[in-house]
């Protein structure tokens, strides 16, 4: 697989296992490449955790954080844990989770398996929008780092008639190393582009009006010129 990119991320190495295929490119430009910030506080001055979903080849990987520090697996959930009960920030992050029925019972670890077990999921979104590596970030008030974008990785949902925030990350800032192999990234994103060229994307062949309609906007007031 041959990759274009501005950046370096941490599975690109593995090309040297693999070859250069010209055939099979993944362009991975962008003007607005998403890499993970500093710790933040909110409103009332308390630390942040910050939710990183990851949709990667079909599947959905959420990652938090916490000041400069991300949690994944389950030790690290488990780890997250500790460390907001010990600084009173959350001592319910893990306790009152799953608090019905047979759930009640469930040790730390078991309910720390339950959240990472919600944290990797089937994902439609990469299939949507083509592309094979995708991330949308959520702050603990619910709000966005950033403004959606429509440049190739944006994907407007019908349904809602929002466009949902999803940009194309660097996974090297986000602790991916140390959870999931490089060599198994490369080739996720080798078979996701194999897929992508044997299924070209359709074309639209809906009139201005028409793709206006699709997005939620009506022709004749959405547009007009207001005094």
Known sequence: MKIISKHKDYYDWAVSIYGLDEIMVYDRRTENLEKSSKYVWDGINNPSIITHEFSICNRLYTVLQFRDNFYHTVDDILELDRILKKE???????????????????????????????????????????????????YSDGSFPFTAQLEGATFFDSKK???????????????????????QMFQDVYAFISWKKDHPAIPNKQTND??????????????????
């Open 88 to 138: 009173k920030i959350d001592i319910y992050f893990l306790k009152n989770r799953w608090e019905w029925g047979r759930e009640k019972k469930k040790s730390l670890r078991d309910r720390a398996e339950l959240m990472h077990k919600q944290f990797n999921v089937g994902s439609k979104v990469n299939a949507e929008i083509r592309e094979p590596v995708l991330i949308k970030t959520t």
């Open 161 to 183: 008639k929002v466009h949902s925030h999803w940009r194309i990350p660097d996974l090297s800032t986000y602790g991916f190393a140390s959870w999931f192999p490089s060599e």
């Open 210 to 227: 028409e793709k206006i309609q699709s997005n939620g906007f009506d022709t004749k007031i959405s547009f007009r010129h207001r005094k």
